[in-house]
């Protein structure tokens, strides 16, 4: 298995450029999670996933779109880049099936710089 | 929402002693804790979790504890070592939500020879 993978890893922007960051996962994790970092930081949920065709809304939605069409994929939307926007993206997928936390499994990253 | 904080900040312990970094959480109802290693440049990963129904959990030389009347939950590392080194988060589930993470600051660890 590759886990979760992301691509691309490092992305140049432009203010007010648009990008969809991909993640797919090849594990069948219902759970799928965009997390954003900025340096010397811990990670904000931005969305996240229940399952193909749920999404909500994390900690930090602004700025951001997603979509679920499949088990496997969560692509994260950029519309607008804004410098605020510079940060690590990391996705993340879990298995959930009870009550309780599971553990979540994070893709190497993105590194995103706006300018 | 869960409110996380971690401390410190940062920490540095000679090679063989033990390092202790402290979270509390604010949500009650909270029921699992996780800790993540990040190394410089890469992604998180899980190293030991502990739910609500036990008040420690331990894998070789990483324990943690959990007091849920306190609210707080610790990382224990005894005998470091210099591949220790790296970055510690702990997290809570947010209120209302078991899978929704609220992540700590971090804590640099420095693990020196």
């Known amino acids: 298995n590759a886990g979760v993978t992301q691509t691309p890893k490092f992305r140049i922007l432009k203010i007010g450029q648009s990008m969809t960051l991909q993640c797919t996962q090849d594990m069948n994790h219902n759970y799928m999670y965009w997390y954003r970092q900025d340096p010397g930081m811990g990670l904000k949920l931005i969305y996240y996933?229940?399952?193909?065709?749920?999404?909500d809304k994390g900690e930090v939605p602004n700025g951001y779109n997603v979509s679920r069409s499949t088990t496997e994929d969560f692509p994260l939307r950029l519309e607008l880049a804004a410098p605020s926007q510079t940060s690590v993206y990391f996705c993340a997928s879990s298995y959930a099936a009870e009550g309780w936390g599971e553990t979540q499994y994070f893709g190497p990253g993105t590194r995103l710089l706006v300018l | 929402g869960e409110n996380v904080e971690q401390h410190p900040s940062t920490l540095s312990v000679q090679e063989g002693d033990s390092a202790v970094i402290k979270c509390t959480y604010s949500?009650?109802?909270?029921?699992?804790f996780p800790w993540y290693k990040q190394e410089l440049g890469k992604r998180p990963q899980l190293i030991i979790d502990i739910r609500s129904n036990v008040g420690e959990k331990k894998d070789q030389r990483i324990a943690v504890t959990l007091n849920k009347t306190a609210k707080h939950f610790s990382l224990h590392i005894t005998e470091t070592q210099p591949e220790d080194s790296a970055v510690y988060f702990c997290?809570?589930?947010?209120?209302?939500?078991?899978?929704?993470?609220?992540f700590g600051s971090g804590t640099q660890l420095t693990v020196l020879p």
């Open positions: 997290a809570a589930p947010r209120e209302g939500s078991a899978r929704q993470l609220t």
């Open positions: 949500d009650s109802a909270s029921n699992y």
């Open positions: 996933s229940v399952g193909a065709g749920i999404t």
